[in-house]
């Protein structure tokens, strides 16, 4: 079935750092989204990237679909304390949007 | 608006016991779906529904697991017997429709420990 590889599993960065995390498929996708999950909470929905190269912006959060469709990114830039918690990436299967692992990311304040 | 409504919050219980968990979706929307999270991993699919039909369960434990929607609005998952390695986070999500691209909106969860 279809699979997403995401990385790194963890960052930790100082307050004010940037941060990336990446998400790397074998087939072209026909789109993907992103979800972050706080500590202790549930995913929510961030953004869905459809056309190839796609880039996307939402305050200090860039996202950006790869040009074979293949590969995503997310950025956010100059990260604050809210910016804690896992992001997913999720692509569709058959029928199912099947999640990545998630890259965790603390943030030393 | 509200949102998708799961119970319990949390829930403790022994092997081979039974155990039941509640979802309302968002109000008109047709699919719902159950997710598995288990600590450190990303949400597993366990079943999905369209209305009250099963679109997908390829991932489902069918000899312990098992989950309804019968109206095609609320819905119960239950795993009987619980193993030890059940112990998970329970994600109950829904979306307006079931094509691509549709977002999710999850619940709270229910935290699941089997000892």
């Known amino acids: 079935g279809q699979q997403v590889m995401q990385i790194p599993q963890y960052q930790h960065v100082q307050e004010g750092e940037d941060f990336t995390t990446y998400c790397n498929s074998s087939?072209?996708?026909?789109?993907i989204q992103w979800y972050k999950q706080r500590p202790g909470g549930h995913p929510v929905f961030l953004i869905q990237?459809?056309?190839?190269?796609e880039v996307k912006k939402q305050k200090r959060l860039t996202f950006q679909f790869g040009e074979a469709k293949k590969n995503s990114s997310l950025h956010i830039t100059a990260t604050q304390t809210t910016d804690v918690g896992t992001y997913f990436c999720?692509?569709?299967?058959?029928?199912?949007?099947?999640f990545g692992q998630g890259t965790r990311l603390t943030i030393n304040p | 608006e509200a949102g998708v409504a799961q119970s319990p919050r949390y829930k403790i219980i022994e092997k081979r016991q039974s155990v039941a968990f509640w979802c309302n979706p968002i109000?008109?929307?047709?699919?719902l779906y159950w997710y598995q999270q288990i600590l450190g991993q990303g949400p597993k699919l366990l079943i999905q529904?369209?209305?009250?039909?099963?679109?997908?369960d390829s991932q489902l434990p069918k000899d312990r697991f098992s989950a309804e929607r019968l109206k095609g609005v609320d819905s119960t998952l239950k795993i009987q017997p619980a193993k030890l390695e059940d112990s998970a986070v329970y994600l109950c999500?829904?979306?307006?429709?079931?094509?691509?691209?549709?977002?999710?909106?999850f619940g709270s969860g229910t935290q699941l420990s089997v000892l």
């Open positions: 999500a829904s979306s307006f429709s079931r094509e691509a691209g549709e977002k999710l909106f």
């Open positions: 087939t072209t996708l026909s789109n």
């Open positions: 990237l459809v056309k190839s190269g």
């Open positions: 999720a692509v569709q299967g058959a029928q199912k949007l099947v």
């Open positions: 109000s008109g929307h047709a699919t």
């Open positions: 529904f369209q209305n009250n039909g099963v679109v997908d």
